[in-house]
Every structure is written in structure tokens, then in C-alpha cells.
């Protein structure tokens, strides 16, 4: 066993991936596969010689390289459902989710009534910098009319995405102005924020990580660091949502709340030699209260960090059962720009649990049933609904039990509470009404939202207004009937959507979590954990 400590694991990351590779290669030899020149190619076998003779022999010409994509897509659809192979026309886009940075125009966009609205303009972006404005509306893209009921995120993502220095005309339509307008746009580098917002709730940190990419610990350690300057002296990691991504940024993260010596992660496969992450002491928030937040969606990286944190007894976790993802998938290139996302190893908590779900090899379908069975069986609203396949005994470090197989279990369960739901609020939260009329609101209302750089300002402005009685108009114009007992009960859950997607598409995250966060019932929770 090789045991690594904190300060050497971006150099021990590289080193595993080579040891990781040099074992696969090795093993692989005897079936023709061979790593050369950072690249995985097959030597000649069945499937090769198959593909030849479709392409020499066949009677029509065929296109092999689609062919082979499909064949390559259904072959490893065949393992577990983490594994993946990803075409070369995908793998930019696949790459950039977790990438620090990535090549485009610098806008937020929604798409409505066919048509791409700009939401907001990226601060030094590319498209500010040659005056787009939010609210603005993409009707055309280098000449050609870019609207329609194909319009997707994916194909407006690949058409405004690009190549760093290349350009692409807008043509948009504007408020107040009858002809269309067309600007030039250079192509630039975007960041990309792990860190949705961070902000003070008295004098406790609240700090919303959205995803683990390459500059998530970056983010995270300065947003720690902000908000203890400004006072806080216990935090809330808000991981609900958050789907993973790069183990080591989750490591480092933990790190921060750990004591020297203890263990945060380790993981281990048939060709992957188990590997320990351990604290190095060098944490600067080591002995500070903390709470994290988890639910159904956090997942892989989100996990590791909750379970360092559970198993270590250094927080409390609270919300609900995590997504349950405890496979290690490692990214190997070949040599035509594609990739394959290969399953090599289970990660395991500080206590020995493997908290990866169970699945069945190649029943994609099944396991991602798991989220709706568990909201059938009423998971969501009670923890008595919940089942763990391990039953294996496994206890923290003070001796508290925990489970495996299935999730990180929070430690204060907090249940969906749905008395304010009615029929008809989710009928409009269930056709994104609330969102497309704050943003409709947002357009008529703009010049004058724009003069308050406060949420609460604009919170406090927006409540005087009478904005449920035109959303309950424009709700009944796209054919949901009114219901005014309905209404009145729901009240409160929709003034809040409304008034915070307001503010959103004015301050954007840092005005829109704060005061949608301050009634969440979760957030409520976690507070009343880190102040009794």
C-alpha cells in the first residue's frame, strides 16, 4: 500500500495517472490494447478487421468513422453507468464543464418563445466589450437566422463557443430600438466560477460550490478567507446540487477543516493500487463549527468531501441522502481527438464505506430510475423511507454508526415540506412560468431595477409592486387557469421565485442566493445547527 500526504498530490495525481496507465498497458497487452504517445489505440482485433472489410468490402460506401463512434459508444454502455465514451466533436464541450476557463462570447443566455435572450453580459467579457446588453435578443448569427423551435443549449452553446481569437456577428433586437442590431464579437477566454456565492447570515459563512473543476479550491479558499475577514466565524457548504467532479479539489477542500493525519479519502481498483489522501495539519479552518449541505443530487466528489467531514466527526451534515456515486473514472485520449472515461477504481470514506449505489452492468435505464423510485417511495419526505443495500456496520471516528451503499445519509434529515404546495404553483414552477416571466418583468422593468445595487433594496422595491396579480395574468394567458384559494396558499412560495429570479437577472448570484436561501428550509436548519 502507498500512502500519500496532502502538500505532494498534484505531483502524486500525475504519478498515479502514469502508474494507472503503466498497469492498464501491461495487463492489456495480451488483449491488444496499447498506450503510445499519450494516446490509447487498439492493435488489429475482431471488431478492426470487421470495420475493414464493412469499409472495403461492403457494397455501399459507408461512413466507418460514425460507424466506429457507435460501435465505441455501445460498447462501453455495456459497463458501469460512470464509464463513457465521448466523440471527438463532444470532447471540448464535455471538457470545458470542469475546465477553469473556456473560449466564447461571454453571455448568459435563456431561450423563450424560440428565441435566444440574453440574461446577463459577462463582466470583461467579449460581448461587453462591444456593448451587448442584457435583454438583448440573438436573432441571427454570421447572417444566418438563429431562431426557431430547434434551438437547443446545445446547439447554441457549440455555435457561440469557439476558438480563442475567432469572431462571430450578432444581430440582436433591443428594447426601444426598430432596426436589428449587429456586433462583431472576438472570441475570448470565459472563466468558469465553481463558487455560485458566498455571503454572511449573521456571523456564519455561507458558501455555495456548484461543481469541483480545476480552480474550485482556488474559489473556495478565498471565498473562506473573505468571509472570516468580514466576521464569520462558522460556515454552511452548500454542495446541494453539485455533481462532482475532480477528486483532488475535493481533497484539497477537506484539508482545510482536518487535523494532521487524518484521512480524508482513499481509493483503490483492480489495476489502480489503493491510494490514501491524509490532512497535512496545515488547514486554516481546522477548529471553526461547520455544517455541510448535501442532497439527492450531490454526487462523487460532493460525496468524498461529506464523508471526510461525517466520518471524521468534524461537521454536521444535513439536508438529504446524497446521489450515492463511489466510482473513480480516469479520462484516456485516443489518437483521433476522441476519449474514454474508464470506471478504474471505488473510492472509499474514512471509515471503509464504499458509498456507491448499486447498478447492473450495462442497465443504464435502471439505475437512472433510482432518484424517481426514491421521490416514489417518499424518500424525500422521510428518512424512514430510506433503505441501504450494505449492511455493514461502519463508525465514525467518535463511534457514531453510518451506512454505505447508497449515499452519504445526512446526519439531520430535512424532508421537502410541501404544506404551501398547491396544484397550482406546480403547475408553474413545472413550466418554468416563474422564471419566464421574471425575466419578461426584468425586460420592461430593467432601466429602473438597474438603479438598485442591493438585494434587499431590491427586494423591499419589488414587494410594493403588484407582481403576483400579473404573474397570475400571464399564467392564465399560457392556459394555466387561476385559482385564487390555490393562489393565496402558494403565495409565499411564488413571491419568492418571482422576487429572487428578479433579482438574479439584475445582481445575478450574489443577490439571488441570499434571499432565496434565507427562507430555505435546509439553509433554516443549518443555521439553528451552528447557532444552539
Known sequence: MKKYILPTLTVVAVAIGIVVGMAISQKANAQRIVYQ???????????????????????????????????????????????????????????????????????????????VRIV????????????????????????????????????????????????????????GVNEPLYFNVTRGDIPVHSVDAKFLIGKIGFIRVNKFGETTY???????????????????VDLRENSGGYMEQAIRMANEFLQRGEL????????????????????????????????????????????????????????????????????????????VRLTVARYYTPSGRCIQKPYTLGDQ?????DLLDRWEHGELYSADSIHFTDTTTYRTKNGRIVRGGGGIMPDVFVGRD????????????????????????TDRHRKELSRYKDWKALEKHLLKQNILREFVAYAEEKGIEPNEKEIQKSKPLITRLL??????????????FPLFERDDEITKKAVEVLVS
Not at 163 to 174: A, F, M, P, S
Not at 500 to 510: Q, S, T
Open 365 to 369: 435505464e435502471d439505475y437512472e430510475k
Open 37 to 115: 504517445n499519450g494516446h490509447w489505440s487498439l492493435e488489429q482485433t475482431k471488431i478492426d478487421r470487421l470495420l475493414q472489410l464493412m469499409e472495403q468490402a461492403y457494397v455501399d460506401s459507408l461512413d466507418i468513422d460514425s460507424i466506429t463512434d457507435e460501435v465505441m459508444t455501445d460498447m462501453v454502455k455495456k459497463l458501469d453507468p460512470h464509464s463513457a465514451y465521448i466523440p471527438k466533436e463532444d470532447l471540448e464541450m464535455v471538457n470545458s464543464e470542469l475546465a477553469g476557463s473556456f473560449s466564447g462570447i461571454g453571455v448568459q443566455f435563456s431561450i423563450q418563445q424560440d428565441t
Open 120 to 175: 446577463a453580459v459577462i463582466a470583461g467579457g467579449p460581448c461587453e466589450g462591444v456593448g451587448v446588453l442584457a435583454g438583448d435578443k440573438i436573432v441571427s448569427v454570421d447572417d444566418s437566422t438563429f431562431v426557431g423551435k430547434r434551438l437547443n443549449n446545445e446547439k447554441v452553446m457549440k455555435t457561440l463557443r469557439g476558438e480563442k481569437g475567432t469572431q462571430v456577428k450578432l444581430g440582436v433586437l433591443r428594447a
Open 218 to 236: 482556488k474559489e473556495f479558499i478565498s471565498a473562506l478567507a473573505d468571509l472570516y475577514s468580514k466576521g464569520a466565524d462558522r460556515f454552511i
Open 499 to 512: 422576487n429572487a429570479y428578479i433579482v438574479r437577472n439584475i445582481l445575478g448570484d450574489e443577490g439571488f
Open 264 to 339: 480524508i479519502v482513499y481509493s483503490q481498483g483492480k489495476a489502480y493500487p489503493r491510494y490514501e489522501a491524509t490532512a497535512n495539519g496545515g488547514g486554516r479552518f481546522k477548529d471553526v463549527p461547520l455544517v455541510v449541505l448535501i442532497d439527492n443530487f450531490s454526487a462523487s466528489a460532493s460525496e468524498i468531501f461529506a464523508g471526510a467531514m461525517q466520518d471524521n466527526d468534524r461537521a454536521t451534515i444535513v439536508g438529504r441522502r446524497s446521489f450515492g456515486k463511489g466510482l473513480v473514472q480516469q479520462q484516456m485520449p485516443f489518437e483521433d481527438g476522441s476519449a
Open 418 to 441: 410541501t404544506t404551501l404546495n398547491t396544484p397550482y404553483y406546480n403547475k408553474v414552477v413545472n413550466l418554468a412560468l416563474t422564471y419566464q416571466f421574471a425575466y419578461q418583468y
